[in-house]
């Protein structure tokens, strides 16, 4: 290999690089980084969802293998504290630094220093986090292990978009009844049989269920938007949801603890009431 070119230490690429990764890899993690705020909005209503209509924590179900919802948080998990690891790496490798006075004094008679790195003043959350490595560019690219970096951050961002990403043509309709397994309906079909023990449901008894169990979960309109409109089978925006909580038709409740935006929650169950009981305004384009 030529030393005198430079390439990028990303995991199996060998392409020219500036610093120590290339165009290529650069862009890739940028625009995996530029999704992590939907990300973590999509990993939050998988979560919500699956806790809503997989088993209670304790009680007879304990026993039962892992439940998927539980490799959703996981994933979460590991994406934050690799977003979080790297933060703080590139912070403390480029992170400004304050002489700080120790007390003591040089036999010269000049106070004696320290430097102190500036603590960093960023919100603990995913899409925060994501944000601020999109704005160090550059000190990613100069890091020495900026190819460890970029391999495992678009590995960890990778990983949590496939526990979201359904197809979207599939209706998730809770787990099966007899073995746990995630069901997934056709479009237009009534029936749903599950691929590992082949007990047919009834799509619209499973959507009752999964509606049933939902009642009792606090979610934000965002999540509300995304998760109700497939299981009520009618357009529920989060708009409509914030016109209904200002027209005091909605209760709206605290917002979950440590939300940086601090987004009021709904109570699932009134919602459904709520959407149930009124009619869907047309739209102007439907004919
Ligand atoms: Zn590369
Ligand atoms: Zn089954």
């Not at 005198?4 to 990764?21: D, G, N, R, S, Y």
């Not at 293998?65 to 590991?78: G, I």
């Not at 599939?170 to 997934?184: F, H, I, Q, R, V």
């Not at 479009?187 to 009792?216: I, N, S, Y």
């Amino acid at each position: 290999m030529n030393d005198l070119i430079a390439h990028c230490t990303a995991p199996h690429c060998a392409l020219p690089a500036l610093a120590f990764v290339c165009r290529s890899h650069a862009d890739q993690l940028a625009a995996a980084l530029a999704t992590v705020a939907d990300l973590a909005v999509d990993l939050d209503i998988t979560i919500a969802r699956q806790a809503a209509t997989g088993q209670r924590i304790g009680g007879r179900c304990a026993e039962r293998p892992l439940p998927y919802h539980d490799a959703a948080s996981e994933v979460r998990r590991d994406l934050h504290a690799t977003l979080a690891t790297w933060t703080r790496d590139l912070w403390e490798t480029n992170g400004p630094r304050r002489e700080v006075p120790t007390g003591e004094t040089a036999p010269d008679g000049t106070p004696q220093t320290v430097a102190v790195l500036e603590p960093l003043d960023l919100a603990d959350t995913l899409p925060e986090i994501a944000a601020w490595l999109l704005r160090h560019p550059s000190w990613i690219a100069w890091h020495p292990a900026a190819g460890e970096l970029i391999d495992e951050l678009l590995d960890a961002i990778a990983r949590a978009w496939r526990v979201v990403d359904l197809p979207p043509e599939l209706a998730y309709c809770g787990p099966c009844s007899d073995c746990e397994t995630d069901l997934y309906a056709r479009p237009q079909r009534d029936v749903v049989t599950c691929r590992e023990c082949a007990t047919v449901h009834e799509v619209a008894d499973r959507r009752a269920t999964m509606l049933k169990a939902a009642r009792g979960r606090m979610l934000t309109a965002a999540e509300c938007a995304r998760a109700l409109p497939g299981l009520l089978g009618r357009e529920l925006s989060a708009n409509t949801l914030r016109t209904w909580a200002h027209s005091g038709k909605l209760r709206q409740y605290k917002p979950r603890h440590g939300d940086p935006r601090n987004r009021p929650r709904y109570l699932v169950g009134e919602v459904i009431d709520l959407a149930t009981a009124t009619p869907q305004r047309r739209t102007a384009a439907a004919s």
